[in-house]
């Protein structure tokens, strides 16, 4: 790979200047062909071919038979006599009797356990020592191993050249000064009035506290108990007649269990046939090492830490430009529309907040609680320099 490949020099790319943008003069025709080749026309709304409905109704009552009354009538149907053979139950006279046709034929039989002509599974044991010889150990020969290649490790020469870390950003980039935007936020001007605050609000003027009387305790009469001894017989204890009643006899057929004195023989077949042997585990076959391992001390020494060479690390050279910022000598303009345009109002107070609004006369008080007062507001007319009154609804 060394050997082949040849490092090219490495040119740096040619940075294209972008062309100013130079609008042309004259206007822009916005006309198109569906604006020159299309006719508009007046169009009315389509009308319905749909006739009228006509409702054709008269007052009088309809008196007519259909065809399926007329000619499908109901006729007169009897009822056909069903001819089933009645079978009247006759009860036996005789008493019926408790044994079956099974306990009639079955005669219990003494029960002969068959005889067992299995051979005895015997393990067959051989006076003849085992031969553990297998074909891996008959032929595989061990081969010397031969020593390990190990490659040598080249120098490592640095550059002598400085490295280049210029970017674009950093030859493009130029910082431009300029002043802080100022708020364009209007002052937050304090509505206040230097009047005395009336705490009077029109829940505590209308809803005044009544007088509320605690209700009535209603006292228990006392429990009285009846006169005499209470009496606890009841109809059916009185009525009731006992009963002596012998219990149901089961219907269920007399066992014929039998029972023996012998003891159980619990040997069976597979306990006789199967027996326990007694088995070891087979030791395993490990092959021989031929390296012996080593007995002295580890000598930690790696090819990393005989061959590397600290090097005076030599920091990179910052080619990024100063930021330093140009005054300007000419002031920021900062005037908007909003601060030439915006003329501050004052915030006048409603006067239905007060309980009696200055400048006002009552007048009355309609059934839904509404106030009405009276603006007195100096008007001139041109015939007569009196002033008009003029009524104003506040609702308070």
């Known amino acids: 790979f060394r050997s082949d490949y040849l490092p090219y020099d490495i040119v740096k790319r040619p940075f294209q200047v972008q062309e100013e943008h130079k609008p042309k003069t004259g206007e822009i025709e916005l006309g198109t062909t569906y604006q020159k080749d299309y006719n508009a026309h007046k169009i009315q709304p389509v009308t319905l071919v749909r006739p009228l409905e006509r409702k ?3 007052g009088g009552k309809l008196d007519t038979i259909p065809t399926y009354q007329d000619d499908y ?4 149907v009897q009822r056909r006599e069903p001819s089933k053979v009645e079978h009247i139950y006759h009860p036996p006279t005789e008493k019926f009797g408790n044994s079956t046709t099974f306990q009639d034929d079955f005669v219990p039989r003494e029960l002969n356990p068959r005889q067992s002509f299995k051979p005895p599974c015997v393990a067959k044991l051989s006076d003849v020592p085992f031969d553990s010889t297998t074909s891996h ?5 061990a081969h010397q191993l031969e020593p390990k290649f190990v490659r040598s490790k080249e120098e490592y020469k640095p550059n002598n050249q400085p490295f280049e870390d210029l970017t674009t950003h950093r030859n493009d980039f130029k910082g431009l000064p300029g002043q802080l935007a100022k708020s364009c936020k209007p002052e937050n001007a304090k509505v206040g009035s230097n009047a005395h605050f009336n705490g009077i609000t029109e829940f505590q003027d209308r809803f005044q506290p009544w007088l509320v009387s605690l209700p009535e305790v209603r006292r228990t009469k006392e429990y009285v108990p009846p006169p005499g001894n209470m009496d606890f017989n009841s109809t059916s204890h009185l009525d009731y007649i006992r009963h002596e ?6 219907i269920r057929p007399v066992s014929n269990g039998r029972r023996t004195n012998a003891p159980f023989q619990g040997s069976t077949t597979t306990k006789e046939d199967f027996k326990a042997w007694g088995s070891c585990r087979q030791e395993i076959t490990k092959k021989q090492e031929e390296i012996p391992k080593p007995m002295g001390k580890f000598y930690d020494l790696t090819t ?5 060479i600290p090097h005076q690390i030599i920091p990179a050279q910052s080619f990024k430009p100063v930021h330093a910022i140009v005054p300007n000598s000419a002031p920021f303009q900062d005037e908007t529309m909003y601060r030439t345009a915006y003329t501050p109002k004052k915030q006048e107070t409603c006067p239905a907040n007060y309980p009696s609004p200055p400048g006002y006369v009552y007048v009355n008080t309609d059934s839904y609680g509404h106030k009405f007062f009276r603006q007195l507001t100096p008007e ?3 015939s007569n320099s009196n002033p008009i009154p003029k009524e104003v609804a506040v609702l308070s």
């Open 56 to 58: 054709q109704t008269t």
């Open 73 to 76: 009538r109901s006729w007169e």
């Open 137 to 141: 150990r008959t032929s595989y020969i």
């Open 245 to 250: 009643i012998s219990p149901v006899v089961p």
């Open 304 to 308: 990393f830490k005989s061959h590397y």
């Open 380 to 382: 001139f007319s041109e």
